[in-house]
């Protein structure tokens, strides 16, 4: 997949932008000094059904339905045995959860037919997969497998990007790309985890008070405006 180019960004706004993601990033670590990723697995075939399952739903919730999912399900091949109305049923307390069904055993048949059982360690054979886009992609490659391709950016990680001006755009793919410009790649993995804490503990996506946030010090002009998750942008 060809990540969409990002907004032009002159040489002093690059630096400027470096500058902020730099002292962004010494904050999150501060706040939150081991980052990991939320959701439970021991198999990266077990981080890719979690992560699928995660889009639009909390990892919380997520993190309650699977142990017993995998205890029915323990690997690829039983998955992609699985009757979609016998599995929907498992997972029906999730959101979208029939076309997570859908995606879930379809790619878990590819992975036993195309891969031998084996999941993927490339975003292109990731991304080919039902139900698997470039974030969710990027999080299996990184949490799974050590491997870093790219920066997930899901909700919390788009609207703060947004709100802290680290870029102008509201298409994922392309800021990610503008992200990937500005921080090294030795913190994309971590950025990820460190923003979706900062959003759920800190700075969640209501309208709220955040002139005082540590973040918010760093750009203060960060307190007076505010993306929800869907892209709604609004002023205080």
């Known amino acids: 997949m060809v990540i969409p180019r990002s907004v032009a960004m002159d040489g002093p706004l690059l630096l400027r932008r470096r500058a902020r993601a730099k002292k962004i990033i010494h904050a999150l670590k501060k706040l939150f000094p081991t980052a990991r990723v939320a959701l439970d697995f021991s198999t990266p075939w077990e981080l890719a059904v979690a992560v699928i399952l995660s889009a639009q739903t909390t990892d919380k919730k997520v993190n309650e339905i699977t142990p017993l999912l995998f205890k029915k399900y323990p690997t690829v091949a039983a998955m992609a045995r699985a009757r979609q109305k016998e599995f929907e049923k498992r ?35 990731l991304t080919s997969l039902p139900g698997i886009g470039r974030k969710t992609a990027n999080i299996i490659l990184s949490n799974a497998f050590g491997i870093t391709e790219g ?53 969640p996506a209501r309208k709220h008070d955040c002139r005082h946030h540590p973040l918010t010090e760093i750009y203060p002009p960060a307190a007076h405006i505010w993306f929800s998750p869907s892209g709604g942008r609004g002023k205080r």
């Open 91 to 125: 997972i029906k307390t999730i959101g979208l959860y029939r076309a997570k069904a859908k995606n879930i055993l379809a790619t878990a048949q590819i992975i036993v037919e195309k891969y031998n059982g084996a999941v993927p360690r490339t975003m292109e054979e």
């Open 151 to 203: 920066i997930a950016v899901d909700t919390h990680v788009r609207r703060l990007a947004l709100k802290l001006g680290l870029t102008d755009s509201t298409n994922p793919e392309i800021i990610e790309r503008d992200l990937m410009a500005i921080v090294p790649k030795k913190e994309w993995s971590n950025l990820n985890h460190r923003l979706v804490l900062y959003g759920r503990t800190i700075c």
